[in-house]
């Protein structure tokens, strides 16, 4: 590539912060650890760079496992922003083209030995000028903001290299004649740098040729001290050479010849007749939707007494916080009278405005000439509080980056108020007042997209409207691309645009509308993110569960627990991460979570340009890294529920509802990976462990669905594979959970071929256990008591040899129910008995309770009544009042002994308590029971009005019909004749396997 032609279209600026421009337009370099490897580049341009070499430059002796891995994204990044010819792949090593002057470095280098020419050739004041051009391209602290050792080493470089250009230029401005206006920076420098005796040196001559020879001396006697205080020893030769050559009037020491006249200096620029009002808010949106309860809190907050209010707006891209600002904005212009002023600081673009740029932007809004403007940035920000001294001015800050950038521009006294969108939570600033922006309410964006589209088209189209803004998760950016889209097609249906939306892989493509774009606005977030916030924004996304604790965010991270909520609160603070409804838990939006799962991810299926170079190498390391998180988070949750099983009895070791949906929605994700070859990580048979003992420890109906969706796809999947052991475990799971629902026939026929698994493979003895017993239930619930007891005696024996007492404990309950239906009370009795033996010496009061339940079964099939009521109640103290699905079932019996004991009130009230214990469960089976029960004992209680007997019937008959429950056939004729039971339908649950 032609070098020349490069230079012009491509310039870095490093002296300062860095800055990357292409034909005059600034270009965003990323976040700045990204920045930093395009500085190792650029000042090895036209050399090849090794890998190892880039990553001792950005972590020095301590790098990341995953360092070549952040090397190759940030590499792939950069060469999307520069173009493929400027950075291209050589030899395991990565080569940057630059031109002579692409790097302002350069062009100092070329300035430098200009002025040197010049001083030779004996003229000193155009090598001065020289100078003052080549220290104008220091702009601040060279590469600011740039962390690495390469960089550090660079920055302390070029910091002393401007000050020995600075140096230089002084010498030359005194040799030139200027000595008189050199004193004061001089001074200044000398006093800042106190050990280079060239500047004391300098300072003398200065003052010496201005005719204040006793302040020259005095300079020689300060800087002596000086010296001598700090490192012991006395000024150096040239200093007492020059001081000597002072004392002696040195005749050389006059000014080379006639002083030249002096430029008469710039007039001051006279002071603006008037203040200008200023009056800069863009357009507020037309069509701005809801949002009361924010912009009534931003009122109020802007409207604090006695201070300088600062109202901040936070939040993800693409929610809104632009409108809402501008629309607070323009309805405070009468408080306001003196003016608004606005300024978008490029905060969440790569690209963020200076305060000192911004500060001149504000001061010629309020009528300061440009050659008024202070040189100095405090210089400026004190200009600026004076103008707004006394006046009541609106300043709204949009899209702002850190208190940093802010803080110049707060005016200084009460009056003024200023607002601030931005994507960051920002802190640290005096008088703010902070709002956290969501997503629209889904009423709103329904209303939103009516007014974009129209009323009769959204109105013709209600459901589809409401699915189409749920799908792109209420975000007002997503919802304004689909109703401009909308609107401009006036022949497609919205129903037409859902089912363009309905795939997640495309959904980010079809948020597209002219110059808006949904993963644009994340794109920019996701580019100021540091290596290992960007790794963690893109792994905790791997996971396709609702949310994440912050012990799951640690394993998926594989960061200790501290280091991993530090790098998960630093994401919600980057608005690329939400804080979810419970404590300690982290959720993302539903599009934020698809661009996190496609980002930097090559090629067409990624958010990259189609056109970009394969990197075969990265994608594998990018899946196996997905892969083992995926691992990590399956092996967290193994150990949860492992613990709740060897410690049911404790609360705090039971894990929470949604961590049992977060199970299956991971174990049916890790089952159906695209592309899944047998003995991938996380293996079927861990998959299958970590389900069953979800399932086994569950205590609650709502995980029901979730883990019988899982146990499907993990069937499937080990029949792909000849995984027989997950098999065995799947179908077992599959039918113990369709038994639970009462779904008895389908629960039989899995647990059948669990045990033919089981006896024809030699598996685990205690999954065979497992697999009697739950086949045991289902004989229960099909009305076959012999095979019931047969089922429990064979997992009571195999629980013996296994050695297990708790789940021997639990079965020989389970075996004297079925020995009470038998009519073997004896036989019960005794079983019951040995039980309580074992909960005792266990010191389990769970197995006690259990226990009494289970004679108060035998109480109430020998006519026991009120002895059943007494062991029911015990059994119900027993257990804690969060065990919803226990506390339930133990009311639903209660309830029939009372009502057999002719106790028709504490029935009802015992049924009823059950429908709302169960209801809150989740057990879909067990409510429709309890329904059938209460109208059962309301019909004892209320013989003469049926009414609300026959409401709780049919409500049960509704819940019970259609998952086939046997318990549904005997209310169809206690609702009578009208009652339109209709056929029984099996199309629940959705999860029953082909």
Not at 633 to 645: F, K, Q
Not at 742 to 760: I, Q
């Amino acid at each position: 590539m032609d070098r020349e032609a490069w230079s012009g279209g491509l310039r870095f600026e490093v002296l300062g912060p860095v800055r990357g421009l292409r034909d005059g337009v600034e270009l965003a370099l990323g976040s700045p650890q990204q920045q930093g490897l395009l500085l190792a580049l650029l000042f090895r341009a036209g050399r090849q760079v090794s890998g190892a070499q880039l990553v001792d430059d950005l972590w020095g002796e301590d790098p990341p496992a995953s360092a070549h891995g952040v090397i190759r994204t940030y590499v792939h990044r950069l060469r999307r922003i520069l173009g493929p010819d400027v950075l291209t792949s050589l030899g395991g090593g990565y080569l940057l083209v630059a031109g002579p002057d692409g790097l302002d470095t350069a062009r100092c280098e070329t300035l430098l030995a200009r002025a040197r020419t010049l001083r030779a050739e004996g003229r000193p004041a155009q090598a001065a000028a020289v100078l003052r051009t080549a220290l104008a391209l220091w702009r601040g602290e060279p590469m600011s903001g740039v962390p690495g050792p390469y960089v550090q080493r660079r920055r302390r470089e070029w910091e002393e290299r401007r000050l020995a250009v600075l140096e230089s230029c002084l010498e030359a401005e005194v040799e030139g004649g200027r000595w008189a206006e050199s004193v004061a920076e001089l001074a200044a420098l000398a006093e800042e740098h106190p050990l280079r005796e060239r500047l004391s040196e300098l300072l003398m001559l200065a003052l010496y040729r201005s005719g204040r020879q006793a302040d020259a001396l005095e300079v020689y006697r300060a800087a002596d001290r000086r010296l001598r205080t700090e490192l012991g020893v006395g000024a150096g030769p040239g200093l007492r050479d020059l001081q000597g050559r002072i004392l002696a009037a040195d005749e050389t020491l006059a000014a080379p010849g006639p002083e030249p006249s002096a430029q008469p200096l710039p007039p001051p620029a006279p002071e603006p007749a008037a203040l200008l009002r200023p009056d800069q808010l863009p357009a507020a949106v037309a069509d701005f939707t809801g949002r009361s309860a924010e912009v009534a809190a931003l009122r109020a907050a802007l409207r604090q007494p006695g201070c300088v209010p600062v109202a901040a707006v936070a939040g993800m891209g693409g929610v809104g916080k632009t409108a809402l600002a501008l629309h607070v904005a323009h309805g405070l212009a009468e408080e306001f009278p003196d003016g608004r002023l606005y300024l978008d600081l490029h905060g969440a673009d790569g690209r963020p405005a200076r305060p000192e740029e911004a500060l001149a932007v504000f001061l010629r809004s309020l009528g300061v000439p440009g050659e008024a403007i202070p040189a100095r940035p405090a210089e400026r920000a004190a200009r600026y509080r004076s103008l707004l001294a006394g006046r009541r001015v609106l300043v709204l800050l949009d899209n702002a980056r850190d208190a940093e950038q802010i803080r110049p521009l707060l005016p200084g006294g009460a009056g003024c108020a200023v607002l601030v969108t931005s994507r960051t939570r920002i802190g640290a600033l005096p008088n703010a007042r902070f709002t956290e922006l969501p997503v629209l309410p889904a009423e709103e964006a329904v209303t939103l997209l009516t007014r974009v589209v129209g009323a009769e088209r959204v109105a013709a189209e209600d459901a589809s409207a409401r699915e189409l803004v749920r799908l792109c998760g209420q975000l007002p950016l997503a919802v304004r691309i689909l109703a401009a889209r909308l609107a401009c097609r006036p022949g497609w249906s919205v129903a037409r645009l859902v089912e363009q939306l309905g795939g997640e892989r495309y959904r980010l493509d079809a948020l597209r509308s002219g110059d808006l774009a949904v993963d644009s606005s994340f794109r920019f977030g996701y580019d100021l993110l540091d290596a290992e916030q960007a790794r963690a924004f893109r792994l905790l996304a791997v996971p396709e569960v609702p949310d994440l604790s912050a012990a799951q965010v640690a394993a998926v991270l594989d960061r200790p627990g501290p280091d991993a909520e530090a790098l998960a609160e630093s994401l919600v603070d980057c608005s690329m991460l939400e804080v979810a409804a419970s404590p300690d838990r982290y959720r993302y939006h539903d599009l934020l979570r698809a661009f996190a799962q496609r980002v930097d991810r090559p090629g067409p299926d990624g958010a990259d340009d189609p056109g970009s170079p394969d990197d075969p190498a990265g994608r594998a390391e990018a899946d196996d890294e997905r892969a083992a998180a995926l691992a990590r988070l399956v092996d967290h949750h193994h150990a949860g529920v492992t613990a709740a099983l060897r410690s049911p009895a404790a609360p705090a070791a039971s894990p929470a509802v949604g961590d049992y949906v977060a199970v299956g929605a991971l174990v049916r994700q890790c089952a159906t990976l695209p592309g899944r070859s047998p003995g991938a990580a996380p293996g079927l048979d861990r998959l299958a462990e970590l389900l069953l003992g979800a399932c086994l420890s569950a205590d609650s109906g709502h995980a029901t669905r979730p883990l019988g969706h899982a146990a499907n796809a993990l069937l499937h999947a080990a029949l792909r594979e000849g995984g027989r052991t997950a098999e065995a475990r799947a179908r077992l799971v599959l039918g113990r959970l369709l038994a639970e629902v009462g779904s008895a026939s389908s629960a039989l026929t899995e647990l059948l071929r669990a045990r033919d698994l089981c006896t024809a493979h030699g598996l685990p003895q205690p999954l065979l256990a497992l697999v009697h017993g739950s086949l045991a239930a289902c004989f229960v619930q099909l009305g076959r008591p012999d095979e019931a007891v047969a089922g429990f005696s064979a997992a009571v024996a195999v629980w013996q040899r296994v050695g297990d007492r708790r789940a021997l404990a639990a079965e020989l309950l389970e075996l004297a129910g079925a020995f009470a239906r038998q009519g073997r009370f004896g036989a019960a009795g005794r079983v019951v008995d040995q039980s309580l033996v074992i909960g005792h010496d266990l010191a389990d009061h769970e197995l006690e309770a259990r226990a009494r339940d289970s004679l108060g079964s035998i109480a109430h099939e020998l006519g026991r009544y009120d002895q059943a009521v007494a062991h029911r109640r015990a059994a119900l103290a027993l257990t804690g009042p969060e065990d919803h699905r226990r506390t339930g079932r133990i009311l639903l019996r209660l309830g029939e002994s009372l009502r057999a004991a002719g106790r028709a009130p504490e029935a009802a009230e015992a049924a009823e308590r059950a429908v709302e214990a169960l209801t809150l469960d989740g057990d879909h089976r067990g409510r429709g029971l309890a329904l059938a029960a209460l109208g059962d004992a309301l019909a004892d209680r209320h013989p003469d009005d049926p009414a609300r007997a026959r409401a709780c019937w049919a409500e049960a008959h509704g819940i019970l019909a259609p998952i086939g429950a046997p318990e549904a056939e005997r209310l169809v004729p206690l609702l009578g004749d009208g009652h339109p039971a209709g056929p029984t339908r099996r199309s629940w649950p959705s999860w029953l396997p082909a």
